[in-house]
């Protein structure tokens, strides 16, 4: 008790989060295809193609050709249920207009490569693909009376689905020379077509080669509301306005029902040897990603050990896709959430149905985001159900939906109508499935309305620009969409070294913009080459990220910005190395994404030795330095950790059996540990969060003035409208109400292996004999610390990392809280002075001092 009562009494993170809240259009008129990027009104029509036209005019004498309709199912549409394209192929075929329906799922290598989270999380991506299948297979014969799903699963990466899907209709109409071929697929998005793994993404990379005179092709939708896709150039640019223009008494589209297929009398049950088995799809999955990233083709091991480290509650984290993720289990799971739990948290842990609990839910040992989540949903350990109210509402639903959600399973419609059946426990509040597929519509639509009004900041191709300007790229973590600037800094195409560079709160990653820029236009001055591009991605709950209902903690952003590096700064922008830095609560994120990236496959998939990191998996193992600028956190002093450690050993003498006070925090968390999670009451931490924001949007600017002390003149309007939008996306209450219960953070003395912190040494008896073991960064730092902060004492700070030990470079800067945005010009050299000196040995040696001066 006397050491949970110390780790109560620790400095926390927490503290900030009361301080601060800071391609062209493809135009193909011979197809009846029309793609959303960028979007117009037009978009949302089905136009017949030349084709049909013509055939519309000729004489009423001649035979029309017989029609196959072609369903391209796609991973983003693995349902029967809601799904558009699937009921107008069988209407057509009622109506006689069309001879057969052929289903078909083509799974080629840029698909799996590219779909999210196969390069992180390949295996449990593989099982989520394979239980979605296998179910859709089920639910076509006995729904839709259509037997034969035709699943083409191609390991050879050269091949396109292009080429797939023709060589499948080849082989269906070869009787028939003069069939036409009408393929109905599902239109996912902009920002999910400018990823590339969806069928319709694909279709248009390739669409030069389709045969237009005897193929239509016909986009389909899953929007919420026609309404606001219509006019998405002109869309307001935050949530408020969208709401009341386009959410408030407007109708959300009704889902269609089951399918019946009533021209196929004969009651089909899938034939399970229509889809390919689980390891058939791991093996094109692993040979796909191992084609596009370095880190799958160097290590073998690497995708088993990476298995369950996703979120947790989620298909990537643990949960058992076999009879959870198929259309299917996914819909009976939310209707047993809706209907016979009311959406009642407390009572949805109690349901049998409830995928949280082993044998469906497995957690990961060496996870400590899982540990932390955990933690939280045991409360005070008086139920045996756990305290869902420690996490916000509807949280284990939200996390459980995400896969089903990316897969398409589930419909976003279907889950609205099904959400707004039962309301009784939620009058006050949207319900918290309802709110979550508003909040993905919204940021789908967000990104739309970017590609649109920005094309050449958003274009799929950057190479015909004349300038390294920024630029913005999409990705999916989790399923949930997030931003990231891109800044090239040379001409360099492969295998680059990168500058990672992570935010702090309330910001963005465009707060980075004018810090790559100094440091682009430092190198041309020095003409050196230290980094050859900038990466700056928003972080899940700030920016143009999405914002979804689950409790942040550092735990997650540091798996986050793991996962960004494996999934998209790998494999597709080619790092071979990158440095990471960050500010504020991002330098603690960068600090701790740095001791996770150290993490090996070896370690991580010991069986002896427990090695635990944030997310659970061996890092990349290509981080080469750490920036902190201002970063947050606890940073002890040589004497605070004696003063512990002989408290520590005097709790043990008192307690010979208590060996708890001898760790360290990482290692206390993953043995579930730490003190009880005891919130306050939810509805409070709502009320104060709210009250929190309504004062700190109308006094942005005067706050950012204070933060920026010796350049105001950098507090421009850009930066407070940005900082003001995303407070006003919905759920960006979710990251203030998060701080009321984060778990003790891991002080900088373990994260940079320190000479002086609390638990075991690597190297120790007592680590040897199987004891938890963390991840940790034992490379070159640099704290760019600006020393004019007025939130803390910085040069305390600065002096407290200093005397961590050697390696780590010290420079003071004449700035606050935000040096790289309010001087970057400082920090841009500040960074490429050390990174040289790091490059020749010269700052390993010793605690180094150095100074910036503005040139």
Not at 26 to 47: D, E, G, H, K, N
Not at 100 to 120: D, E, H, K, R, T
């Amino acid at each position: 008790m006397m050491y949970r009562t110390k780790l109560q009494q620790m400095p926390s993170i927490r503290m900030i989060y009361v301080v601060i809240w800071l391609s062209a259009c493809c135009c193909l008129p011979s197809l009846a295809f029309v793609s959303r990027l960028p979007y117009s009104p037009s978009v949302r029509m089905f136009p017949t193609s030349v084709a049909t036209q013509q055939q519309a005019s000729s004489s009423d004498n001649d035979e029309a050709p017989s029609t196959t309709e072609v369903v391209l199912f796609g991973l983003g549409d693995l349902r029967v249920d809601d799904h558009v394209g699937l009921h107008r192929a069988l209407a057509a075929v009622s109506a006689c207009e069309a001879s057969q329906v052929l289903p078909i799922c083509i799974l080629n290598g840029q698909s799996l490569a590219q779909f999210p989270g196969s390069m992180a999380h390949t295996e449990s991506t593989a099982h989520c693909i394979h239980a979605a299948l296998t179910e859709l297979d089920q639910e076509l014969s006995k729904e839709a009376r259509l037997s034969d799903l035709q699943v083409i699963l191609s390991e050879n990466p050269q091949e396109s689905l292009t080429d797939c899907l023709e060589k499948v209709i080849a082989s269906t109409n070869n009787s028939n020379s003069n069939s036409k071929v009408r393929v109905h697929v599902c239109d996912l998005g902009p920002a999910d077509n400018q990823m590339g793994y969806g069928p319709k993404a694909q279709l248009l990379q390739s669409c030069q080669s389709l045969d237009t005179e005897t193929m239509e092709l016909v986009s389909w939708t899953q929007d919420l509301r026609s309404q606001p896709w219509d006019q998405v150039a002109s869309l307001p640019i935050n949530y408020n306005d969208y709401e009341r223009q386009f959410v408030q008494n407007r109708a959300v589209t009704e889902p269609i029902n089951n399918v019946h297929n009533d021209n196929n009398k004969n009651d089909q049950s899938g034939n399970a040897n229509n889809v390919p088995l689980a390891e058939d799809v791991l093996r094109a999955l692993s040979k796909a990603v191992s084609t596009k990233s370095c880190l799958h083709a160097q290590d073998e091991g690497r995708i088993e050990a990476e298995a369950s480290s996703g979120l947790y509650l989620t298909h990537w984290g643990g949960v058992d896709p076999a009879s959870t993720i198929g259309c299917r289990s996914a819909s009976n799971i939310v209707k047993a959430y809706t209907s016979d739990c009311d959406q009642n948290d407390l009572t949805w842990l109690q349901h049998a149905l409830y995928p949280g609990r082993p044998p469906i839910m497995e957690r990961n040992g060496n996870s400590l985001e899982h540990a932390a989540i955990m933690w939280q949903l045991e409360g005070d350990g008086t139920s045996p159900f756990g305290k869902p109210d420690n996490l916000l509402a509807g949280e284990t639903m939200v996390r459980f939906l995400a896969a089903p959600l990316l897969l398409g399973t589930i419909s976003p419609r279907r889950l609205w109508h099904e959400s707004q059946k039962s309301q009784s426990s939620m009058i006050a509040f949207v319900p918290p499935v309802q709110r979550m597929v508003e909040v993905r519509e919204w940021h789908n639509l967000l990104a739309a309305r970017n590609m649109a009004c920005e094309p050449e900041a958003y274009a799929v191709d950057q190479r015909e620009k004349n300038d390294n300007s920024v630029y913005y790229r999409y990705w999916r973590y989790q399923g949930f969409l997030c931003r990231y600037a891109v800044k090239p800094m040379t001409e360099k195409d492969e295998k680059k070294d990168g500058m990672l560079l992570v935010h702090g709160f309330g910001a963005s990653g465009t707060q980075w913009n004018k810090a790559m820029d100094s440091m682009e236009q430092e190198q041309k001055n020095q003409e050196t080459q230290q980094f050859d591009e900038g990466l700056a991605p928003d972080l899940l709950g700030f920016g143009q990220a999405e914002k979804p209902a689950i409790s942040y903690t550092g735990y997650l952003w540091d798996s986050q910005v793991l996962d960004f590096v494996k999934e998209c700064a790998v494999p597709n922008h080619d790092w071979s190395s990158f440095v990471v830095g960050g500010n504020s609560i991002g330098g603690f994120t960068s600090m701790s994404m740095a001791a996770s990236d150290m993490a090996t496959v070896a370690q991580m998939s010991s069986r002896e030795n427990i090695c635990v990191n944030s997310n659970g998996a061996p890092g990349s193992n290509m981080c080469q330095g750490l920036v902190l600028m201002n970063s947050a956190g606890p940073v002890k002093t040589r004497d605070e950790i004696q003063n512990e450690k002989e408290e520590a050993q005097r709790a043990m003498e008192q307690d010979p059996k208590n060996k708890l006070p001898q760790y360290s925090i990482a290692q206390v968390t993953a043995m579930n540990a730490l003190p009880l999670c005891q919130p306050p009451w939810r509805p409070v931490a709502r009320g104060f969060g709210n009250v929190l924001l309504s004062y700190l949007r109308p006094n942005i600017q005067s706050i950012c003035v204070n933060l920026y002390p010796t350049n105001p003149d950098a507090v421009d309007d850009d930066l407070c409208e940005a900082i003001e939008r995303d407070s006003l996306d919905p759920g960006a209450i979710n990251v203030m109400m998060a701080g009321a219960k984060l778990p003790v953070p891991r002080t900088a003395n373990e994260l940079l292996n320190g000479d002086f912190r609390m638990g075991l040494q690597h190297d120790s008896e007592e680590a040897r004999r199987g004891d938890i073991q963390e991840s940790v960064f034992g490379g070159p730092v640099l704290i760019a610390q600006g020393v004019l902060d007025p939130l803390n004492d910085a040069q305390d700070r600065l002096e407290r990392f200093g005397g961590l030990r050697s390696g780590i470079t010290m420079d003071p800067i004449q700035a606050g809280h935000c040096p790289h945005d309010e001087v970057p010009e400082l920090v841009a050299q500040s960074i490429l002075r050390w990174t040289q000196k790091t490059k020749s040995g010269a700052s390993t040696e010793k605690v180094e001092v150095q100074k910036s001066t503005m040139r």
